[in-house]
């Protein structure tokens, strides 16, 4: 007759086994010899081998793991378990190959099974599937090693910093232009690599005030020297499109500065020898003039009359060589006259009054079209010169005839004035130097008068500009003047 309890205890290892196979991890037990007891449904299906096969197999006849890299044979977990008495895990290179051939990589514990007495009965090895976690890191520490290289293969400068301004990212060419390694970097305050304190804070406020940057700023390497470089500087965010710091991308530029103070000095270079020839012109001419007469007064005996006409020629050429030393010296430092509030439109009815001989002489149709405009503050005087000078540069080019229109209007916050003639256009190599001084294509001309007229209007506060209108024939000059501040915007065109 069976005993009341043997119900209870078979039914209670039907319900033990039933729960290991039901485990999503693969489980295996051993006896104290390292064979398999119990292999689960999941053990049988990684390692391929069945409950009925496995039973009795040595464990790692069963469980074979080796080593991804080297593919050797991994120490037996189930004796390292015996005989140390604690769990012990498998390496993370660890890979299980199957009784086909398949391998996993796997995650796995191994624990000592004691009895009641606390005796080492065998071993329970619990395991599961990690290749695609393994895939997965390898992935993103290829893509991780990716994005470095990327970062590092970069001729710029790429700097990140995190919210608090301490610097989080600095790539080779960083460290080769600051002259920090990364390591001693990371973590800092990104207020070390800018030139002054101020500096930083004036391009975090700046920042700040945009949400993006792209500007010249002045930086500071590790040695002192302070260096020109050219930021562009973005928002960095997280997935969840929170701020998490500010990426920057930078250029030293300091070399392709000294090459332009190199171009913008041979530009003055040439630009002084330019205007020292044409200087040299038109002081020529009537020294010239004047030698030949003195040698004819000095060394001839001359009629009274002859002898005051030719003298009369010398204080002429001598005059005309004050003019020029004038003009040079009004280009060079134009004299500042009082500026008031003035009327465009005003100023121009004036010129016309004082360039109406010359309109009478020529056979050149004035147009006008004065639009009501706000006033300008100026200086009538220098602006009347240069609206005189427009005028009456147009009707020398209209030799054979032609039409002259002044337009007046408002643009924005400008007064808008501009003389169209439609004389011959201005050649287009030409064109780009019309404002140098001592440039000029005429025979007798000074090449200051364009030169002068642009340093008046830039003196009101505005600008000259000067256009080819159409294939053959049509120039157009417009000069840009602000309205007087605290007049209304006035009527728009």
């Known amino acids: 007759m069976s005993s009341p309890v043997e119900p209870t205890l078979a039914d209670e290892k039907e319900r033990l086994a039933i729960t290991l196979r039901s485990i999503g991890d693969g489980v295996i037990t051993t006896d104290d010899a390292a064979r398999v007891v119990l292999l689960n449904n999941a053990a049988e299906q990684l390692t391929g081998w069945t409950q009925t096969d496995a039973l009795g197999m040595p ?3 069963v469980f074979q793991i080796v080593n991804q890299k080297t593919r050797q044979a991994s120490e037996d977990p189930a004796k390292k378990a015996m005989t140390t008495g604690a769990a012990v895990g498998l390496a993370n290179d660890t890979v299980l190959v199957a009784k086909d051939g398949s391998e996993y990589f796997i995650s796995s514990s191994v624990a000592p099974i004691r009895d009641s007495s606390g005796r080492t009965t065998g071993v329970v090895l619990v395991f599961r599937d990690v290749t695609r976690l393994r895939q997965a890191e390898a992935a993103l520490k290829e893509s991780q090693e990716f994005a470095r290289n990327l970062i590092d293969s970069s001729l710029d400068m790429i700097i990140a910093v995190d919210n608090d301004r301490k610097i989080t990212e600095f790539n080779a060419a960083a460290q080769k232009t600051f002259g920090y390694l990364r390591e001693e970097i990371l973590g800092q305050d990104a207020q070390v690599l800018y030139a002054d304190r101020a500096e930083a804070e004036r391009v975090q406020k700046l920042f700040a005030a945009g949400g993006h940057l792209a500007r010249e700023v002045r930086n500071r390497r590790k040695n002192g020297e302070v260096f020109p ?10 997935a969840r499109g929170e701020p998490i710091g500010v990426m920057g991308v930078s250029r030293d530029i300091t070399e392709q500065k000294k090459a332009e103070e190199q171009n913008i000095r041979a530009e003055r270079l040439a630009a002084l020898g330019q205007m020292a020839a044409a200087l040299a012109h038109e002081i020529n001419n009537p020294l010239q003039a004047i030698r030949s007469i003195l040698d004819l007064v000095l060394d001839f005996p001359l009629e009274t009359e002859e002898r005051e006409n030719n003298l009369r020629v010398v204080r002429q050429e001598i005059e005309r060589l004050s003019e020029v030393t004038e003009r040079v010296v009004n280009f060079a430092r134009p004299t500042r006259i009082p500026r008031r ?12 009054t004082l360039a109406g001989k010359h309109i009478q002489h020529s056979r050149i149709l004035v147009e006008t079209d004065f639009r009501p405009v706000p006033p300008v503050f100026a200086a009538p005087e220098q602006l009347t010169q240069v609206f005189l000078n427009l005028a009456l540069n147009a009707i020398e080019e209209m030799r054979d005839g032609g039409h002259l229109r002044i337009v007046v209007r408002a643009e924005g ?13 201005i050649p287009p190599d030409i064109l780009p130097h019309i404002f140098e001084p001592f440039f000029t294509t005429k025979p007798e001309g000074s090449g200051l008068g364009l030169s002068i007229s642009q340093s008046l209007v830039q003196q009101q506060g505005g600008s000259i500009t000067g256009e080819n209108t159409g294939r053959t024939r049509g120039v157009t000059f417009t000069i840009r003047l602000p309205f007087a501040e605290g007049e209304p915007p006035g009527i728009q065109p």
């Open 413 to 425: 916050k400008d007064a808008l004035v501009s003389f169209s003639n439609d004389g011959p256009i």
């Open 341 to 352: 509030t003035v009327s465009v439109t005003d100023l121009l009815q004036h010129t016309l």
């Open 59 to 61: 464990l790692l006849q």
């Open 229 to 238: 470089a050219f930021l562009s500087s973005s928002q960095l965010r997280n």
